[in-house]
């Protein structure tokens, strides 16, 4: 998930061109998907490990 929203993000902010706050508030948002996803798997773990 963070390669894919936040790969072009990655490489505007290595080559320093154009505007760097866009690029971290997609950075962001990637790391935000992902912490959800994280969220979603461990619940489904702990259902299935009690049903």
């Known amino acids: 998930m963070q390669v894919i929203v936040g790969g072009g993000a990655v490489r505007q902010l290595r080559n320093d061109a154009g505007d ?3 690029a971290r508030s997609r950075l962001a948002v ?4 992902a912490a959800a996803l994280l969220a979603i798997t461990a619940l ?4 299935a490990r009690y049903a």
């Open 20 to 22: 760097n706050s866009a």
């Open 30 to 33: 990637a790391q935000r998907i």
């Open 44 to 47: 489904c773990m702990g259902a």
